[in-house]
Structures are given as structure tokens and as C-alpha cells.
């Protein structure tokens, strides 16, 4: 069901910054159901009423109000048939015929939708997420059809950082494990610009360990032994026990190296597909022009240094953020939440969340050194290890 056009402008107004449906902080696990109780109430009373009055006119058998009772019939089937509109969910002004069929409002709430009753799983797809308008019309549709053809039972959650800091890839998947349905028992940390194209990946529950979908010898750009950024499932249980990612890396780049690190000193194996006959070249697209969407490489303060390293300070157990607003949207069927996220920044421990007062590193000589075994930075050979794809 599309209920939003593709080039509908008022999409970007959900998307971005739209008005505050509510707000908190870390707030787990997330109820918002006592609107749509009191709305079935007010609903089961009112059809109780008609019929009742149905019931009475019916037995005093006068031909006029048998025909009141007729319409009156009639009135009571049109209400219980019709889908009622609800408006709740998306308050962007002027859109809100958008969200108009109460099978799908809230699925992230209604918590135990399962499309697939063969599927005994559940993924949450956590899409981190900032301007990136048009990748995200194609890879909804996609991502949400593929997975259709496998019978995956899947939500797709946009997590779209709000605030003024730089990009937290690493913090948004953070916030979108705490945020999603807790009858998601998976999660898959999904890149919004890479589409799976081989029918033969799979998308399962990664029973044993991690399932790294992106392996190295299939994503367009990444092809490191160590690599598992672009679309990574990983079990609740495992991301919990790894205490989720870091949330030092502010701009681009290593949280995924960190986050590896992390499995490797759990004991977590990683797994990947294999025997597929397609290879770098056309196992996924990567909607990525690099000029475009340029890559925030700067570093600034001790930035370069700290992060180099291991991080055994930070993680899903400390993330602060704000969830300013929650909204319900699908785009060519695909239904989606979006949450509109403000992280927070402790700028002692990471001034590097914001580098425009201090463009340049600060020197070596003043920077603390960790130990150097913690270091998680991968040893790349360009030629072999980086396409220049995106
Ligand atoms: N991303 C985003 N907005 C940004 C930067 C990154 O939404 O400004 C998200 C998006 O999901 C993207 C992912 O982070 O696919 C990885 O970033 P990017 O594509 O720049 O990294 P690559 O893997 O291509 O080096
Ligand atoms: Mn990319």
C-alpha cells in the first residue's frame, strides 16, 4: 500500500525535523498504547449503543421503524466495515491523510505482528540515517520485497540523527536496538545505501553468531578479511553482551573496526555467505557517488589518536539521546518508524563530536597513548583491499 507519492515533498517534513509527538530520554522499552485502548473503547460503546437501539425499534414491528431499523442496519455495518482513519501517528501538518489504514499504525507497537507465522523471528532492520532523501525511496521498497520473497517476518527502523553534531553511525544503531520492538529478537545493522541483488543471501537468524551479509569478497568497496560494516545481523543477545558499539566515533570511519574488536573478545565468530555466484561486482548496489555524499574524514582534539583505539568506556550501556519524535510512514509498501534522534555529546570525553571551532589534531606530545595491543585500526593494501566504487 503506498500512502506516500514518491515525490511527495511532505515526506522529507516527516523525515527531518516535524513536530514533537513526544519526547524522552532512553526510555526502555517504549509503550504507547493507551491512546488506542481508550480509542477501542470509545469504539466497542458507541456500535454497543446502535445496536441496542436497533434491537428495541425491531420489536415493536411498526412498518416506519422497520425502515428506521433498515437504515439504521445499514448505518452500524458501514462502521464496522470501514477502515477508521487515524491521524495519530504522523502529525506533520497538512499530511495527514497519509496514514489512513489501521492494520498497519503502530506496527512497531503492536508488538507481536509476525507476517510470517512459518518465520519463528523476527529482524529489526536499524538503518542509521541522515540525508540521504533519495537512497532511502529505493532501498524501502527493495529491501522490504526482498525479504517478502524470503517470508522474513522484518521492520525497518530509520534512525535519523536530528542534532547539530556530526554523523554517529556507531550511537544510531545504538538508540535503534533500544528503540525497537522487543519482539524483534534480531537486528540487522543496515547501510541505506546497499541493496542486495543476489536473490541467494539470506537474511536469517544468526543462531551461532554474527552473519556478516557484506562479506568482505561480495561488498562493492570493502574487500579487508576483518571488515564487517554494511549489513551486519547480529542476535539481541550477542549485540547485549558486547555492550553494542562504541559511541566515540563522531564522522566517518572505524566503529564498525571497533565493533569487530568487541566480537572477537566475546568469543563471537562471525559468519558469512558463501558458494554465491556473484561476486563484488553484482552481489549489491551501492547507491554511493563520493562526491555527492562525501565521506566526514576530518579529524580534531585527540580524535585521531583515542580512536584508534579500543573503547572499553562506552556503549549501549551509556548512550544519552533524546527521542524527539516517533512517526509511522511506508513508502511503496514498505511500512517503516522513524525515530528523529538528538544525541548527546559529553564534550570532555569526545570533543570531536564538533569539530568547527578546531579544524587540526592536537599534538602528539599532549595526548595520552593506550596500550598499544588495543589498537584496532586495519592494516590496509589499497590495491587489494579498496574498490573504487562510491
Ligand atoms: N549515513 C547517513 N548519512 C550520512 C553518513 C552516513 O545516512 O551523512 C549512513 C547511511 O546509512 C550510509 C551509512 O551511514 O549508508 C554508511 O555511510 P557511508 O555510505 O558514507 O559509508 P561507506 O560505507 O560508503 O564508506
Ligand atoms: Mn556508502
Known amino acids: ?13 516527516c523525515i527531518r525535523h516535524g513536530p514533537v509527538a513526544h519526547s524522552r530520554r532512553n526510555v526502555y522499552p517504549p509503550s504507547a498504547n493507551t491512546p488506542k485502548i481508550s480509542n477501542n473503547i470509545k469504539h466497542l460503546s458507541f456500535v454497543w449503543e446502535m445496536g441496542s437501539t436497533i434491537v428495541t425499534m ?125 519482539d ?55 549485540f547485549r553482551k558486547v555492550d553494542g558499539l562504541s559511541n566515540k566515533y563522531w564522522g566517518w570511519g572505524l566503529e564498525d573496526d571497533e565493533f569487530f574488536a568487541r566480537l572477537k573478545e566475546a568469543k563471537l565468530e562471525v559468519f558469512r555467505p558463501g558458494n554465491l555466484t556473484s561476486g563484488t561486482k553484482d552481489t549489491f548496489k551501492h547507491i554511493h557517488d563520493r562526491r555527492v555524499r562525501r565521506r566526514d574524514m576530518i579529524k580534531c582534539y585527540n580524535q585521531q589518536e583515542i580512536t584508534r583505539h579500543r573503547d572499553r568506556q562506552t556503549g549501549l550501556s551509556t548512550i544519552r539521546y533524546r527521542l524527539q519524535s516517533k512517526k509511522e510512514m511506508t513508502i511503496q509498501g514498505a511500512p517503516m518508524t522513524i525515530l528523529n534522534v538528538e544525541l548527546e555529546c559529553d564534550r570532555y570525553v569526545t570533543p570531536w563530536c564538533d569539530c568547527t571551532e578546531n579544524i587540526g589534531n592536537t599534538p602528539k606530545s599532549q595526548q ?5 595491543d588495543d589498537v584496532i585500526v586495519p592494516r590496509l593494501n589499497r590495491k587489494k583491499h579498496l574498490s573504487h566504487d562510491g
Open 58 to 182: 425491531l420489536r415493536l414491528r411498526r412498518p416506519t421503524t422497520l425502515l428506521w431499523g433498515f437504515g439504521l442496519c445499514l448505518l452500524l455495518l458501514f462502521y464496522v466495515t470501514v477502515p477508521s482513519t487515524n491521524t495519530d501517528q504522523c502529525d506533520c501538518r497538512g499530511h495527514q491523510r497519509a496514514v489512513t489504514s489501521s492494520a498497519f499504525i503502530g506496527q512497531s507497537q503492536q508488538e507481536d505482528i509476525r507476517s510470517y507465522p512459518n518465520d519463528k523471528h523476527k529482524m529489526a532492520i536499524l538503518i542509521p540515517f541522515r540525508d540521504r532523501f533519495e537512497e532511502l525511496l529505493e532501498f524501502a521498497p527493495h529491501i522490504h520485497n526482498f525479504l517478502n520473497t524470503q517470508h522474513k517476518n522484518h521492520h525497518l527502523y530509520i534512525i535519523n540523527q536530528v542534532d547539530g553534531l556530526r554523523f554517529n553511525r556507531a550511537s544510531l544503531l545504538n538508540v535503534g536496538f533500544l528503540e525497537s520492538g522487543i
Open 1 to 13: 500500500m503506498t500512502l506516500y507519492g514518491e515525490d511527495d515533498p511532505n515526506i522529507r517534513k
Open 368 to 372: 595520552s597513548s593506550p596500550k598499544s
Open 184 to 238: 524483534c529478537d534480531y537486528v540487522a545493522m543496515h547501510d541505506v545505501d546497499l541493496l542486495p541483488m543476489n536473490a541467494a543471501l539470506t537474511y536469517q537468524y544468526p543462531h551461532d553468531g554474527p552473519y556478516h551479509v557484506a562479506a568482505p569478497h561480495l561488498h562493492p568497496r570493502y574487500h579487508y578479511p576483518t571488515f564487517i560494516g554494511g549489513i551486519l545481523l547480529v542476535k539481541r543477545e550477542h
